[in-house]
């Protein structure tokens, strides 16, 4: 599987308990009940494994036991691993949520790669995307307009002149 293929869904934060269950940050709040399998990062290729059982402890925290891994020592090695799921687990209902947008990269077609998206902030009177490079927060109103295409985890924007050059001064 490759990493286009996929989306950010977040990482092993911890292990819990001693027969290799591990604690999963979530990047959005889950939505996922019934999965047979996750990716994780191993060695820069996306390792496929199966779940035997999958339990949200809060909104953003799972609790999950992988097959084969049984030990305290099995499920160490996975912590600070990240975990991706595969495009196709968002179904039409989640591809119209724009949390399931969170951690995709943003490309501006006039600045290039300008960060991910790290929140959507809808508290205000239009939606905006909040986008970090760790260096500069963008904040660019989510519209119809400004959004060229989403492909793989990448969203494409075209914003107009000056509106990125605002957060960069």
């Known amino acids: ?20 269950d591990v604690n ?14 996750m990716f994780i990062e191993l060695n820069g290729g996306l390792v496929p494994f199966f779940i035997d059982s999958f339990r949200l402890k809060k909104e953003n925290i799972a609790l999950v036991k992988f097959e084969d891994v049984d030990s305290e020592e099995d499920a160490q090695a996975l912590v600070g691993k990240e975990v991706f799921l595969s495009l196709e687990f968002i179904d039409e209902s989640q591809q119209n949520d724009l949390a ?23 508290n205000t009177a239009q939606e905006l995307f909040q986008i970090s490079n760790g260096d500069q ?19 494409y924007l075209e914003t107009p002149e000056g509106l990125i050059d605002l957060f960069l001064e």
């Open 100 to 122: 399931a947008l969170i951690g995709f990269e943003a490309i501006d077609s006039k600045h290039g790669n300008i960060g991910k998206v790290t929140d959507i902030l809808d």
């Open 137 to 155: 927060e963008f904040l660019i109103p989510i519209t119809e307009e400004f959004i060229q295409k989403i492909e793989g985890n990448t969203i």
């Open 24 to 37: 999963i940050k979530l990047e959005t709040p889950a939505k996922y009940k019934e999965l047979a399998h």
């Open 1 to 20: 599987m490759k990493k286009e293929d996929c989306f950010f869904l977040g990482y092993i934060s911890r292990k819990h308990g001693y027969k290799g």
